[in-house]
Nanobody, 123 residues
Framework: QVQLVESGGGLVQAGGSLRLSCAASGRTVRYVYMGWFRQAPGKEREFVASISGSGLITYYGDAVKGRFTISRENGKNTVYLEMNTLKPEDTALYYC????????????????WGQGTQVTVSS
């Protein structure tokens, strides 16, 4: 089984940036899509971004398109999420995921999840 561990979350002021990392262990993830989802209190889980096994194809949720960038380094079995121009509405628990479920451009969820890393954006 694969294990996913997120890091890089924290508290940042609006307009600032954070870079999240997701380290995979247990098996390689170079052949499969990986993604990021987020969930704020009282709200449904939201798709943020996904990236193909090669790293050549990426998809983004409408709310983050143009501000966030997903990337991966398969040699390190790691995926990243660079978050720029952060807004208070970006505040959420961010989950790394693999074995995605649903369409490629808008996955509904995943079969394998990390524990999440908290991102809090102050006004």
């Amino acid at each position: 089984q694969v294990q996913l561990v997120e890091s890089g979350g924290g508290l940042v002021q609006a307009g600032g940036s954070l870079r999240l990392s997701c380290a995979a262990s247990g098996r390689t993830v170079r052949y499969v899509y990986m993604g990021w989802f987020r969930q704020a209190p009282g709200k449904e889980r939201e798709f943020v971004a996904s990236i193909s096994g090669s790293g050549l194809i990426t998809y983004y949720g409408d709310a983050v398109k143009g501000r966030f960038t997903i990337s991966r380094e398969n040699g390190k079995n790691t995926v990243y999420l660079e978050m720029n121009t952060l807004k208070p509405e970006d505040t959420a628990l961010y989950y790394c995921a693999t074995d995605l479920v649903g369409t490629y451009n808008h996955p509904m969820g995943a079969r394998t999840w990390g524990q999440g890393t908290q991102v809090t954006v102050s006004s």
